[in-house]
Every structure is written in C-alpha cells, then in structure tokens.
C-alpha cells in the first residue's frame, strides 16, 4: 500500500472518530446549556416594567450576555480541546512515521499543542465574508447570539402583549432549541479545527519528506460547495484553504509524501454510496448522482450549469470559497441564465 493510500485512508477513518470526538463534546456542554436556559428564563421572569421599556433593552440584552457568556465560560472548561490537541499531535506523528522510511522530527511539546486551542486563528467563510476568530472569540460570538436572540424574543412578546412568564417560556426554548445547535456547532467546528492545526504543525516541521497537502471533501450531499470546489487540489503546507472552511466543516488535509519516499498505487476513498477511486474528485462523484442529488447539492439552477458542462464544480466558488450567486456567475463566466 502506497503512502498516500495508507495517509488517506487512516485519516479518513480518523475524521469518524474526530466526529463521534465532537459528539461526545456536546453531550459534556449540555448540562451547562441547560442551566443557561434556566438562568435567563428566571431573569426574565423577574423583570419588571421598566426593565421591558424599549429604552431598556440594551441594558437588559447587556445583562443576559453577561449571563450567556459566564456559561460559555463553563462549557470550555469542561471540554477536552487541549489534551485532544496533544493527542492530534501524537496522532500525526505516528501516522506519518508509519507511511515514510526516515525519522521524523519531534520538537512539538504539549504546552505548544494545548495553545492551539486559544492562540490559533481560524478562517470560515460566512456567506460573502471571511471572518476569523480564535476558539476563545467563537464562544464569545456564541454568547453575544444568545443574548440578542433572547432581546428579541422579549421585544416581539411585549408588542405581542405577553406575560414576563410567557416570555420567559420562549426565551428558555430557545436556547434549549437555536442556541443549543449553535453551541454544537461551535464544538464540531472547534475539534475540526484544533485536529488541522495540529496535524499541520507536525507536517510542517517534517516538510523536507512532504511536497504539500491535499484537501479532501465528505462525497455526500452535506458537502457544501466550498469545500467540494477545493476537493482533491494539493496546496503547499500551511498554505491555502484549511479545514474547517465554515462553522461545522467535516473536510481535512491529507500530507503528500514526496514521490522518492512514496510508492504510486491507485487505492479507494469512501464516500456515502461505497468505495470510489481515490482519483475521483467531487465534481466527478457528483456528475454520477441524480438529478435530484445534484440539485439538493448546488440547487436547481446551479445543477443545470453543472450537468450542461458549462461549469465545473469549483467555479461556483472564489478562490476563498465564497459562494456565488447567479448574477455573479453570470458576470464571471459570461453566461446567460435562462
């Protein structure tokens, strides 16, 4: 077995685990997602009159993010992302060391892993803009979105003429409903993320046996565009796209032994109908579902570009993996969309 097979398929198998990792995650935050939305639900419940005046909303939305942001403050204490970083670290060094015939450099301590989990900047593509937050930043995101949803929930039921006891019902559903899929989303996209930047650091520092990476993509409908656009393209270490490209990302990064340390046989990667050539981009995986897969994937209109040959998978993204829209596409590739 070639040292691409072998990379391939074991860090395939590894994002399984990565994602049943993340889920055991938010199984651990739930008691404090739980006990948020009983913290807010008594807050609003004990409001009075002017603490639900219009004029008092800031001051009240400041409250409950105060309130959010304490149990956000929980939740990442409780999480296991530092001795995970540790382990991704171990992890990516026997992984390669098992794929190559020369020693590894080791110089990565655990203090070095466990930064990444506060020091390291992700980049995620969020609708047309590109933003990027550390670990610590997303939680704070996270507790300013409680706190405002909760606001507004309370100024449509005082225009709705509910109860303080009303609202605080809604309120509490909420987080016990939104909040509590953003805080999962949060933790997926966080595990994804402290697994490649580890796995990147031990690449990096054996970059002499390695000429790149190759980003891989899920073969699902769940994929999103951008990162099926950037399926099976190898970028120099630490460079380009890294996993994970939006909030809940499942792609990685998989190292590309150089040829003098690699034997080339042509293997398989899984995908969600069985095993297909491990030559087999999205795009080409997609071409084989139906029209309806298809459309599911890139909507109606994308999917008819797409089976006409006129565009291929990865021009319906920009080089940073935004999406573009009809009239976008239209301008860039000079088509006309019936």
């Known amino acids: 077995m070639s040292s691409h097979i072998k990379l391939t398929e074991r860090l395939v198998r590894h994002q399984l685990f990565l994602q ?9 935050a739930l008691p404090a997602i739980r006990e948020l939305a009983r913290d807010i ?8 009159a002017t603490d639900f005046a219009m004029a008092r909303m800031t001051a009240l939305q400041g409250e409950l993010r105060f309130i959010a942001a304490d149990h956000a403050g929980q939740i990442q204490q409780q999480l296991d992302l530092e001795e995970f970083a540790v382990q991704e670290v171990q992890f990516a060094q026997q992984l ?8 590894l450099a080791e110089g990565i301590t655990p203090e070095m892993a466990r930064a990444i989990t506060t020091s390291r900047q992700i980049q995620l593509v969020s609708g047309k803009e590109i933003i990027r937050k550390t670990i610590p930043q997303m939680w704070d995101d996270f507790a300013g979105s409680v706190a405002l949803n ?8 005082i225009l709705e ?3 303080h006891q009303q609202m605080s019902r809604d309120v509490a559903e909420l987080v016990s409903t939104r909040s509590r899929r953003q805080a999962g989303t949060v933790i997926r996209t966080a595990v994804n993320s402290v697994g490649t930047a580890a796995r990147e650091d031990v690449y990096k520092q054996n970059a002499d046996i390695l000429e790149g990476e190759r980003y891989l993509a899920v073969l699902d409908s769940r994929t999103t565009m951008t990162c099926a656009g950037f399926d099976q393209e190898v970028f120099d270490l630490g460079i380009g796209p890294k996993p994970p490209l939006h909030y809940g990302c499942r792609s990685i990064r998989v190292p590309v032994v150089k040829e003098a340390f690699r034997v080339g046989i042509k293997g398989e990667r899984a995908s969600f109908r069985g095993p297909v050539s491990n030559q087999t981009t999205y795009g080409g995986f997609l071409k084989g ?7 599911e994937v890139l909507g109606e209109k994308r999917a008819g570009l797409f089976r006409s040959g006129k565009l291929k998978i990865e021009q319906f993204t920009d080089d940073e993996g935004r999406v573009l829209d009809l009239d976008e596409l239209a301008s860039k590739w000079q088509l006309t969309m019936g």
């Open 96 to 103: 390669l060391g098992a794929s190559v015939t020369v020693d």
């Open 41 to 48: 639900r008594r807050r609003i419940a004990e409001g009075n």
């Open 289 to 295: 579902q139906s029209k309806e897969f298809q459309a």
């Open 20 to 28: 049943q990792f993340g889920g055991g995650q938010i199984k651990k």
């Open 150 to 157: 909760s606001r507004r929930v309370v100024e449509k039921g």
């Open 161 to 163: 003429g509910r109860t």
